[in-house]
């Protein structure tokens, strides 16, 4: 007896001999696994159990039910047998299909994402051209500083008189020349002056390396006169005050922050002070001039209070933008 296995796979029609057809399944669920393999004796079939498969008994069945029916005839047994399939336990589900449901975009999110990046001050003075500083914009930042810290009757007060203001640099004066032309008489002051823990002209930048920079700059006009640096980089309030007692210091160059210390330990007197120089159109890398920093603006209209207010009200003192 031949046995034909797999599907597609039909017996020849003069075949003499009695034929059995076996059909599988194409898949299974879980592949069974022989006796001895994992599988426990007692959950084998009965024909697994005395060593033989059941296909073959099965076939063996079919052939003797062929050989009772006809002796010599020829006899085709088309049956289908297939193995049990084990059903699915509950636990093990068939997958379902989901579907993303994405939210609609509301009128919030759509205002959102057509909100302009908000300008920042160095786009601004980039495409702006570069303006010379006028006493105007001085008195504009003070009153505008003031504006929500004080009265009206107190803001008048605040106000500086025209008379005290020097010619403004026209940007096209260096440092020198622009010193020269404001204070022609500076040989005379500078020798006329020998007050200690005191200036005669006191420049205020906004860093300390911009304040060395003036230093070098200003060769041609100091001559012989006693430069101080008056910052905080890698220099003592206690250090500057021992030096300011120690000598006498003609011009002084240096930040608000540290110049506004020295007056409230006593080491620099305002008093014998002639000349306040602001340096108002130089711009740092990120193009913001000295008052347009907010801490720098904070500094100077706490120094202005301190007493230079006062002084220039007086007449005693006069103020430059350079």
């Not at 009265?151 to 440092?175: G, M, Q, R, W, Y």
């Amino acid at each position: 007896m031949k046995i034909y296995k797999g599907w597609g796979q039909e017996p020849a029609a003069t075949s003499p001999y009695p034929v059995a057809v076996l059909r599988t399944p194409l898949c299974r669920t879980r592949p069974r696994r022989a006796a001895g393999r994992g599988l426990r004796p007692d959950r084998l079939p009965a024909a697994s159990r005395d060593g033989s498969t059941g296909r073959l008994q099965r076939a063996a069945r079919l052939e003797s039910a062929g050989a009772s029916d006809g002796e010599g005839g020829d006899t085709d047994v088309t049956q289908q047998e297939t193995a049990p399939v084990p059903a699915l336990s509950k636990e093990t589900q068939q997958p379902k299909e989901c579907f993303l449901i994405q939210p609609r975009e509301t009128k919030e999110d759509a205002t959102k994402t057509r909100k302009r990046r908000k300008k920042k001050i160095t786009d601004v003075l980039a495409k702006s051209e570069p303006k010379p500083g006028t006493p105007e914009d001085l008195q504009k930042l003070m009153q505008d500083y003031y504006s929500s810290r004080r009265a009206v009757i107190e803001l008048e007060e605040l106000n500086l008189p025209d008379t005290c203001f020097l010619k403004a640099n026209d940007l096209t004066h260096s440092l020198s020349s622009y010193l020269k032309e404001i204070c022609p008489k500076w040989v005379k002051l500078r020798k006329n002056h020998s007050e200690k823990k005191s200036v005669v002209m006191l420049i205020i930048c906004s860093s300390a390396i911009r304040a060395l920079e003036l230093i070098r700059s200003m060769t041609a006009f100091r001559g012989d006169s006693k430069v101080m640096k008056l910052f905080a980089k890698h220099i003592k309030v206690q250090e500057q005050v021992k030096m300011l007692e120690k000598r006498v210091v003609h011009l002084g160059v240096g930040t608000p922050g540290r110049i506004k210390e020295l007056i409230k330990q006593g080491g620099l007197n305002l008093n014998p002070l002639k000349f306040l120089v602001f340096d108002w159109n130089w711009r740092d890398q990120k193009l913001r001039r000295m008052m347009d920093i907010p801490e720098i603006r904070k500094e100077v209209f706490e120094l202005v209070e301190m007493g230079v207010l006062s002084l220039c009200k007086s007449g005693s003192l006069k103020l430059g933008l350079f």
